[in-house]
């Protein structure tokens, strides 16, 4: 297997770690815990649970039975996902699953229908087949051990995890197990359990000289040289805009090989080992030696002249590890977010809710769709409103669904980019109705949002360009963080075969059919381009299926916000049109020459064919056809002899006629 330098597609990722002027001094930088809310989420997958034991004792009892301990550093803003599949002889024994979690939100699968969960978890409704009863309370992991082997007879496997994101659990029972389950520190529960579990403990520091947002994200992986891992999958997630201004360095041993999923993420990176990118994935690209120490890691992101440790993670050996990057607020404090309490009957609507986080903000609109089935933990809800409660969601059988302006319906904006507003919830109780209200914030993007419109009132987005008809297009974002020099630099039309087409520079024309349109009023909070544009293709010309609309909007100082927006090209008819946005005159289409020259193919191969079938039909008639008549027998009896072909007999009426 060789190793290839990056490919070109990957230098300007890479460029700007060869050459930094002025690096940082690592000195006066002192990791410590985050104390806000972390920049990243990190989570990895592991068999190795804190404490857990497995036995045989449960071989003699009627069920095999699986005790979950779930432990957490916080309240948990996620639903803990639980799965259960059967061995390779299938669902053979009655199961039981112990599940103790009494601060989450729980989802639980399983392919063995006669599996029996014991839980003191709030089951989502994705978890209602199941079947399920309450857990007792039970104060310690050895009570509740007690309580199960005495309720069961044994117990097939213990595992106690902290912070778990997802837990597979893979049934089955082994003879070779000890007789009793005992606890044991740093347990190995590869055999029947993989879980991906969040970490915590990452730390940040940026130097004492810090200025600007260039932040580093560092995960060191833990030196075990026994660990039978060779590859580790990473997959990165990121603001849907632009991440140019971070790094991201994984240190690790020289032997191991890295698969990064970037997922679209612009993020510079250094990686030890060897690494694929997805993107090209028969390529193995060689990585450097970084150093295996705390401050060497460091002094590394100093020297690509990068000042802000936003993070830095040190954790096991993983075959997979998933790292999201949040908005890049290191410098300043980010507001807070409501705690979603322990659920009770009270408290579950906003544990729910906010858990749920149905809400999704554009730069200018708010949108709330939500599952009737992940509201079954809520009896009865009859409707749903915003602050204002002229804002109704709308609502079928399966779904409520929302849609408003920013401006309205009593959302508040902040200059954090955040949207503020209350759900309320309306319950019924017997014949009375009780509301609920819950607030919550909704993080508006930024990013640059494109957008195509079929008329000039700019309503009503579409994804569907038709050619010959005028489309308006609009690009805007918030601008409360950025200067007043944020600028539409350019916008294109790029369709398969043909050569990109210029439509706006500098939020300049630059082309006949196109215009710039002016800025709509009201719009303070945000910049907004408009321009509108005609997609023609030249007579003989090839009409393509899909196009891409592509815009990048900027400051002076080379930040780039880019877009793109996927369209359907429909092609109703095709007038002559001298004036057009269309492709360059190399791929216009055949000429006359061309033209003529097939059609006088065509009529050439049309002659050879109908001679070729007459020569068929004439040498395939039948013979008595094809015979002359002979000149001794009169014309009577030539003919009567023709008119008696087929027949075997004849008639003595017909004898003494012809004598």
Known sequence: ??????????????????????PVPAEGCDLRP????????LSYSTGTVPWGCVSSSSLHSANEVHVL?????????????????????????????????????ASITSLCPDLLVLTDATLSPGSTTVPHRELPAAASKGQLLDWARGT???????SELRDPRAIHLRLGEDARSPPDCIPQERFNAAPHLDAEVFFHGMRGCASGSAHGSRAAHIIRLQPEHSSPVTEVNLSLSCPERVVSNQILILQSRANLTWFLSLNGCHIQFLVSGTYKITSFLTHLFSGELLPDTEQGLVAKAFEKNYSIIASYSTIPISPRITLEIQEHEVLRKPPATPTPPAPT?????????LMLQPWKCTDDTMEIIIARSHLEPIKDVVNITLRDISCQAEKNATHFMLRTPLSHCGTSLE???NAKNELILSLSKGSALRSVRVAFQCQIPRELFLRLFPTAAFEAPQTELEVNKEAFVQASMRWDDYPADLQLKECWLVA???EPLLLVQANKAQSSSVAVLEEPPGSRARKVWRFRFTYAVPEGGHVPFS????????LQNNTIFEKVLEVTVKDVWRPPNTSCVCPPAADRGLGLAAVLGITFGAFLIGALLTAGLWYIYSHTRPISKLQPVSTTAPASESSSTNHSIGSTQSTPCSTSSMA
């Open 1 to 22: 297997m060789c190793l290839r330098s990056p490919p070109p597609l990957l230098l300007p990722l890479l460029l700007p770690l060869l050459a930094r002027p002025d």
């Open 34 to 41: 985050v104390a806000a809310e972390p920049p990243v989420t």
């Open 69 to 105: 301990g779930v432990q957490w550093s916080k309240v948990p803003a996620v639903v803990l996902k639980v799965s259960v599949t059967p061995p390779a002889s299938g669902c053979a024994r009655p199961a039981v699953l112990v599940l103790q979690c009494s601060r989450c939100l």
């Open 152 to 158: 069961y007879g044994g117990i097939t496997s213990y």
């Open 345 to 353: 009957s009270d408290t579950l609507p906003h544990v729910l809710l």
């Open 415 to 417: 200059s954090q980019g």
């Open 496 to 498: 398969p075969g043909t």
């Open 547 to 554: 196009a891409t609309l592509k815009c990048k909007a900027g």
